[in-house]
C-alpha cells in the first residue's frame, strides 16, 4: 500500500512543497522549470566550426594540424558552443558562480547527444576514457564542486566511458580569462601532475586513449598543459573536450 500508493504521493507532495518554495528557473532566460529551459537548449549557439588548438585556424573534426602536432600536445579539441553567445555564457557563469553543480550535469547530457552523433569513433565502447582538469583543492573546497569533474561525470553516464581520476593540480593559478593571451601559457605551466594512483599505476595511462573534458576555452593553454602530463606518461591519445569556445 506505502509502496504503491502513498510513497508517490509523498513524493509529489515534496517536490510540489520544493517547487513551490524554490521555483528553479532558467539561468539565462528566468523562465521556471529548469536550470536550462527547452527554449535556451535549443537556442544556445552551436559553434560551426572547429579550431586547432595550436594555431587556433578552423580544422575538420577539432584535429591538431599534422604540422601544428607536437610529440606531448594533444590530439585533438572539440568545443560545442560559442561563448560569445550571451545564453551560453550566462549558464555556464550562474553554474559555476552560483554554486548549482546540476548546470554541468545536463550540459554533460546535451553535449554527449552531440558527441554520439558526431564522432563515433570517440564514443563507442572501450575507446576512450574520460578525465577531466582538475581544480586545485583550495579551489574545490571553497566551491565545493569541480564543474569539469561533474561534466566529465554526466558525460561517463550518458555515453557509458570510465571516468578516471588521473590528473591533480599541484600549483594555484590565476584564473585564465583575466589573463592576456601572452601570460596565460606562463601561467599554467607546472600546474598539473599525475594523482598518485596514476604515478602508481602506470597501466593507467600508458597506451590509453583519453577525452580531457574542461568547461570553457579560450586559448587552449590549460588544455594543452594538462595533456602534456598524460602524453609523457605515454597516453596514446588526448582528444580535449569543452562545452564551449571563447
Ligand atoms: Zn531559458
Ligand atoms: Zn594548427
Not at 18 to 40: K, Q, R
Not at 51 to 64: A, D, M, S, W
Not at 76 to 89: A, M, Q, R, W
Not at 137 to 152: M, P
Request: glycine share 6%; proline share 4%; hydrophobic share 40%.
Amino acid at each position: 500500500m506505502y509502496k504503491t500508493f502513498i510513497k508517490p504521493l509523498f513524493v509529489d507532495v515534496k517536490t510540489f512543497v520544493l517547487d513551490t518554495l524554490f521555483p528553479i528557473s532558467c539561468l539565462s532566460c528566468g523562465a521556471e522549470g529548469g536550470f536550462i529551459c527547452a527554449d535556451c537548449k535549443a537556442t544556445m549557439k552551436v559553434l560551426e566550426h572547429q579550431r586547432c588548438i595550436v594555431c587556433q585556424k578552423n580544422t575538420p573534426f577539432g584535429i591538431t594540424h599534422p604540422h601544428c602536432q607536437t610529440p606531448h600536445g594533444a590530439d585533438g579539441l572539440i568545443s560545442f558552443y560559442d561563448y560569445h553567445d550571451e545564453k551560453v555564457s550566462k549558464i555556464l557563469i550562474a553554474g559555476k558562480y552560483s554554486f548549482i553543480p546540476m548546470t554541468y550535469e545536463i550540459l554533460g547530457q546535451m553535449i554527449a547527444k552531440q558527441l554520439k552523433l558526431q564522432h563515433p569513433d570517440l564514443t563507442s565502447a572501450n575507446s576512450y576514457e574520460l578525465a577531466y582538469i582538475p581544480l586545485h583543492s583550495t579551489r574545490q573546497r571553497w566551491r565545493g564542486f569541480n564543474q569539469a569533474e561533474v561534466l566529465c561525470q554526466s558525460l561517463s553516464q550518458n555515453l557509458g566511458l570510465a571516468c578516471t581520476s588521473v590528473l591533480v593540480r599541484c600549483k594555484v593559478t590565476k584564473t585564465q580569462k583575466d589573463l592576456k593571451k601572452s601570460s596565460r601559457l606562463k601561467n599554467v605551466v607546472g600546474a598539473f601532475a599525475l594523482s598518485p594512483r596514476a604515478l602508481n599505476h602506470k597501466s593507467e595511462i600508458l597506451n590509453h586513449k583519453f577525452l580531457l573534458v574542461d568547461d570553457v576555452t579560450t586559448t587552449g593553454a590549460t588544455l594543452q598543459e594538462a595533456a602534456k602530463i598524460l602524453k609523457r606518461r605515454g597516453a596514446a591519445k588526448v582528444v580535449c573536450l569543452t562545452v564551449a569556445r571563447d
